[in-house]
């Protein structure tokens, strides 16, 4: 799922407050440098998340029978396969 920068910022935000509020993180560097390492590992989540649906996507398509994307049948191998691949990266537990 692709975020627009702001909302990306935006959750940074808000979750370099909640940290704070919480007492979860003492900075021990200025604010800004903090959000964008926040932002760095949502984007990098973000990417990953989309390449694990690119190769989903890809071996839905390989099969010989055409399977309709939204179909009952997609969405359970989508979800299967999905799953089998946040396994593979080590991404489940």
Do not use: C, N
């Not at 990953?48 to 049948?73: A, C, H, N, W, Y």
């Not at 989508?78 to 991404?91: D, L, S």
């Amino acid at each position: 799922m692709r975020l627009s920068d702001d909302k990306i910022s935006h959750m940074s935000h808000i979750l370099f407050k909640g940290l704070i509020e919480r007492d979860a993180i003492e900075p021990k560097e200025e604010e800004g440098k903090i959000r964008h390492e926040i932002r760095r590992v949502i984007e990098d989540e973000l990417k990953v998340g989309e390449d694990m649906d690119e190769t989903v996507r890809r071996k839905l398509q390989s099969f010989s029978r055409k399977i309709i994307e939204g179909s009952p049948e997609w969405e359970v191998l989508y979800r299967k396969f999905y799953t089998e691949e946040e396994v593979r990266r080590g991404r489940s537990s």
